[in-house]
């Protein structure tokens, strides 16, 4: 599978931002999704985390609560619905595909996305 994000900006603290990863190739449903993040001298972090199905999500305590993540496998699209942002979450966020029921770890991605530069603004 490979896979495409989008959807970065600048917005300012307190705002909201969406961002989309289209998957193709391979049947999408085939895969767990997460979307991870890294700042420049740091190591890419788990953010956000959806089952094969949709029906289950997981997320770090850093975001849990500001941050959805959703699939739509007949589009063949995750997306990150990203509200209350804060300037610690500026970053390149980047989507992954896997097999294991959750992927959380670097070492579960198969396939990795591009990136998309977010940076929220004070």
């Known amino acids: 599978v490979q896979l495409q994000a989008s959807g970065g900006g600048l917005v300012q603290a307190g705002g909201s931002l969406r961002l989309s990863c289209v998957a193709s190739g391979r049947a999408f449903s085939d895969y767990a999704m997460s979307w991870f993040r890294q700042t420049p001298g740091k190591e890419r972090e788990f953010v956000a985390a959806?089952?094969?199905?949709?029906?289950?999500?997981n997320y770090p305590d850093s975001v849990k609560g500001r941050f959805t993540i959703s699939r739509d496998n007949a589009k063949n699209t995750v997306y990150l619905q990203m509200n209350s942002l804060k300037t610690e979450d500026t970053a390149i966020y980047y989507c992954?595909?896997?097999?294991?029921?959750?992927?959380?770890?670097?070492?579960?991605?198969?396939?990795w996305g591009q990136g998309t530069q977010v940076t929220v603004s004070s």
């Open positions: 992954a595909a896997g097999r294991p029921i959750f992927v959380r770890q670097r070492d579960q991605i198969e396939t």
């Open positions: 959806i089952t094969r199905s949709g029906g289950n999500t």
